[in-house]
């Protein structure tokens, strides 16, 4: 059991009033908000052992270091990853993506094929785009039914030797389901394809396995697991990460320089050039042993109960539609809706004035949006911090936009 009042004090963001109203936050999916201890851990950092890592014999070098590379350990422990230099610090998904995309570069050739599905953030499309445009493989999409969901049975029809990496989230950030990422990957890798998985919304809400999951990749931001803002988690197997050319070159990531050759640094340095953002690196390494000590079993269970209270509540509102999966047990806490042929703008402008923050609009799935034939949706995601008054105050807000806006 969560004690809300407790946690929510741990929060010093909750506590404000915006337009002169207590400020709910339901914009979780977008970024999460800081509890106290990743905020004092910042300043600790620069107060205490700034200095720049894995170069300098004094002190201070070493400290910063240390610190660092036991925050890689953390978050190998907190996904299971196998070995510590298969966790990259990247600065967010976008980053991880593309450090694999383009690498993917020296893999491909032409009539080679690239997937991703239905559901995607822009980030997990936009990057196999632009590879597939280099390298003249083409990109194939999962299709989805109208309950958001996956077909897996176009998955399969798609699937063949000429499909090399397909790229799928472990949960939509527009509509929340949770797809099947366990069988995809099992699938593909009948086929010797690699997966890479999105787990930027997952990781708020569960802790992925990656061992059990067997994937080739899983990538996720700090931010919005109470880290900051500019980190991120690239996993790779080693094997994949051995095979892959590096993305950036420069300092760090080189084992000798001459201006005929260079060789590179062994894992993970080889994809770690340049001066990392070290307080962000150590710090979602707090932000991480905060959550688990908050517990996951208890986060997945309180923001479920949020969910199916919002969902009821919400549902109340004549004309509302939510999109997304019919069954609750396929999603997580996102409420994705609207109301009659009301604009989600519109909605969200009003509710705003009433201290809510949602967020409206196409949540940067445009196709999500196009197969629905909407411009956007307004966007309620819950977080552990959130309890049912804040959506008991949504509905209310909701209710009086739509009386102001018919
Ligand atoms: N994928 C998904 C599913 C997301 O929700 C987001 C963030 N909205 C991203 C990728 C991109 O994450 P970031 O902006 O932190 O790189």
């Not at 050319?245 to 260079?262: D, H, L, N, R």
Request: aromatic share 8%; net charge negative; charged share 20%.
């Amino acid at each position: 059991m969560l004690d809300i009042q407790t946690i929510r004090a741990q929060f010093p963001i909750l506590s404000q009033k915006v337009n002169g109203k207590p400020l709910v936050y339901f914009d979780n999916a977008a970024t999460s908000q800081k509890p106290k201890v990743v905020i004092d851990a910042i300043a600790s950092y620069y107060e205490e052992i700034n200095a720049n890592i894995h170069r300098g014999v004094h002190k201070l070098s070493q400290l910063a270091t240390d610190a660092y590379e036991i925050s890689r350990v953390k978050i190998q422990n907190h996904i299971n990853a196998k070995h510590n230099y298969e966790v990259l610090f990247t600065a967010g998904t976008t980053h991880g993506i593309n450090l694999v995309s383009n690498g993917f570069a020296s893999l491909l050739k032409e009539g080679d094929e690239v997937m991703v599905s239905a559901l995607e953030h822009h980030s997990n499309i936009v990057p196999w785009q632009m590879l597939c445009e280099r390298t003249g493989a083409k990109l194939t999409i999962i299709p989805m039914d109208e309950n958001g969901e996956l077909i897996f049975s176009e998955f399969e029809k798609l699937l063949s030797g000429k499909t090399k990496i397909i790229a799928v989230n472990h949960i939509s950030n527009a509509l929340g389901t949770i797809n099947p990422i366990k069988k995809i990957i099992e699938k593909a890798h009948q086929f010797g394809t690699a997966v890479l998985i999105d787990g930027a919304q997952a990781t708020p809400h569960v802790k992925p396995d990656v061992q059990e999951l067997d994937c080739d990749f899983y990538v996720f931001s700090g931010h919005k697991i109470c880290g900051p803002t500019g980190t991120g988690i690239l996993y790779g197997k080693e094997e994949w990460l051995n095979k892959l050319p590096p993305y950036q070159g420069g300092g760090e990531m080189i084992k000798e320089v001459t201006f005929e050759k260079t060789t590179y640094a062994e894992l993970p340095h080889k994809f770690e050039a340049g001066t990392p953002n070290i307080a962000g690196g150590i710090v979602l390494g707090t932000a991480i042993d905060y959550l688990n000590e908050v517990g996951f079993d208890n986060i997945t269970k309180y923001e479920h109960e949020l969910l199916e209270y919002g969902t009821k509540r919400l549902s109340e509102i004549e004309g509302l539609k939510i999109y997304g999966p019919k069954s609750l047990d396929n999603k997580t806490s996102v409420i994705s809706f609207n109301v009659g042929n009301i604009h989600p703008y519109d909605i969200g402008t009003i509710v705003d004035k009433l201290g809510i923050a949602v967020r409206t609009g196409h949540h940067c799935a445009q196709p999500i949006m196009n197969f629905f034939s909407i411009p956007g949706t307004i966007r309620a995601s819950f977080s552990f911090y959130n309890t049912k008054e804040e959506i008991d105050a949504l509905v209310e807000a909701v209710k009086k936009a739509v009386t102001m806006l018919s």
